[in-house]
């Protein structure tokens, strides 16, 4: 017998924000630094994954070792915050947020004391059970530890929880924990790379929450 889905888990970045293109520009402006080549949209979201220590080895053509993944991510990641003014939430979020019948939280790899008062000027906190971001220094890891620790600290089941995000790492992470995901088209991954990996995929946000409301 198929376990009812009670909460449903929201990924931040490329899923309700839409920053794709600001993502894009930041990476370009990190891997500058090394002589990297210039990304466009279309490229990252074919080979954009996790570890990003990882997709910087793959669009470099050579090894990334920590120290220098270190410094990359920080340049990325000050290019990001200068650039974040300008980023509106995907055209269907807050529609999408009120459609779901059950409980809701948000997951985002975005650092931690950042991404709360940064959700807040969205509107958004009242939403959302809890509210968790990255608590390391240095970012670019994959999400199933941290999804993990985030139902263990709502007390939520991962049997009755559903995952929405827009990459391959936020199927992965639903996997390993034993939860559902819906993966959505309009962020950093490749429709076709989302259509592979084999879970359900929608095209817009109230899509994905419509179909998390039928998930068996």
């Given at each position: 017998?198929?376990?009812?889905?009670?909460?449903?888990?929201?990924?931040?970045?490329?899923?309700?924000?839409?920053?794709?293109?600001?993502?894009?520009?930041?990476?370009?402006?990190?891997?500058?630094?090394?002589?990297?080549?210039?990304?466009?949209?279309?490229?990252?979201?074919?080979?954009?994954?996790?570890?990003?220590?990882?997709?910087?080895?793959?669009?470099?053509?050579?090894?990334?070792?920590?120290?220098?993944?270190?410094?990359?991510?920080?340049?990325?990641?000050?290019?990001?915050?200068?650039?974040?003014?300008?980023?509106?939430?995907?055209e269907d979020a807050e529609q999408a947020l009120r459609s779901w019948?059950?409980?809701?939280?948000?997951?985002?790899?975005?650092?931690?004391?950042?991404?709360?008062?940064?959700?807040?000027?969205?509107?958004?906190?009242?939403?959302?059970?809890?509210?968790?971001?990255?608590?390391?220094?240095?970012?670019?890891?994959?999400?199933?530890?941290?999804?993990?620790?985030?139902?263990?600290?709502?007390?939520?089941?991962?049997?009755e929880t559903v995952l929405i995000g827009d990459s391959i790492d936020?199927?992965?992470?639903?996997?390993?924990?034993?939860?559902?995901?819906?993966?959505?088209?309009?962020?950093?991954?490749?429709?076709?790379?989302?259509?592979?990996?084999?879970?359900?995929?929608?095209?817009?946000?109230?899509?994905?929450?419509?179909?998390?409301?039928?998930?068996?």
């Amino acid at each position: 017998m198929a376990t009812e889905k009670t909460h449903l888990v929201w990924d931040w970045n490329g899923t309700l924000l839409n920053d794709l293109s600001l993502v894009v520009t930041s990476t370009n402006h990190a891997i500058a630094t090394v002589d990297g080549p210039v990304l466009t949209p279309e490229q990252h979201r074919v080979a954009f994954r996790r570890p990003v220590a990882d997709y910087y080895a793959d669009v470099l053509g050579r090894a990334v070792d920590a120290a220098e993944f270190g410094r990359l991510d920080r340049i990325f990641h000050d290019a990001y915050r200068a650039g974040l003014t300008s980023c509106a939430l995907a055209e269907d979020a807050e529609q999408a947020l009120r459609s779901w019948p059950g409980s809701q939280s948000l997951l985002s790899m975005w650092f931690h004391d950042e991404l709360v008062p940064l959700v807040e000027t969205y509107g958004l906190t009242p939403t959302f059970r809890r509210i968790d971001g990255l608590r390391t220094a240095v970012g670019g890891d994959r999400k199933a530890s941290h999804l993990d620790r985030h139902l263990t600290e709502l007390g939520v089941d991962p049997a009755e929880t559903v995952l929405i995000g827009d990459s391959i790492d936020d199927a992965d992470a639903a996997q390993e924990v034993g939860a559902s995901c819906i993966l959505y088209t309009g962020g950093f991954t490749d429709p076709g790379r989302l259509l592979a990996r084999g879970v359900p995929v929608a095209e817009t946000l109230s899509e994905a929450v419509l179909l998390a409301t039928r998930h068996d």
